[in-house]
């Protein structure tokens, strides 16, 4: 049986703040909790986590804490300006995630390769990331699944980079 059925729980030790919606339907995100603390997820939720004030070292520790929650189908890193590309490296152990909002972090085309590694993520937050340029949608092509691109305010990548990037089924917000 899937365990994203039964109660779950987890814990960590940073301020979080989680929230829940059910399984496979498109509802908008509940609050469930902040913490550090001890987190309830009622059978049938998936979990979003969004964490603030974080680094690259900090985020290393806060993926320990998550990697291997089945439940875990969507993080909200924006506005974390201290996430780089070494930080993005630690995110390949959260084989769940369908959704990553790295808005307004400092990451850099190289970076994004370190995404690849996300089996089943289908929407991808870039926004004001600004120091990507044309050479990430190499990394971006290297995503089967992914379904949603948002690129707003980042000026370095073009209208005819998106064109070669070739792909119809992929919604770009710019």
Known sequence: MNTILQPARFSSAFEIEVY????????DWQALDHGPGIFHIPPGHE???????MDDHL???????????????????SENRNITDAG???LHSLTHLTSLNLSSCRITDSGLA??????????????????LTDACLKHIRAMPRLRYLDLLGCLSITHAGLSRLGRRNLTIHR
Not at 20 to 27: K, L, N, S, T
Not at 47 to 53: E, I, L, N, P
Not at 59 to 77: K, Q, Y
Not at 115 to 124: D, N, T, W, Y
């Open 114 to 131: 370190h995404l690849c590694a996300l089996p089943h993520l289908e929407s991808l937050n870039l926004a004001y990331c600004n120091r």
């Open 88 to 90: 993005l490296a630690y």
């Open 20 to 27: 829940i919606r059910p399984v496979d339907e498109q509802q």
């Open 59 to 77: 985020l290393r520790e806060l993926v320990s804490e998550l990697a291997g929650l089945p439940f875990l189908t969507a993080l909200n890193l």
């Open 47 to 53: 979990v979003m986590v969004r964490v603030r004030r």
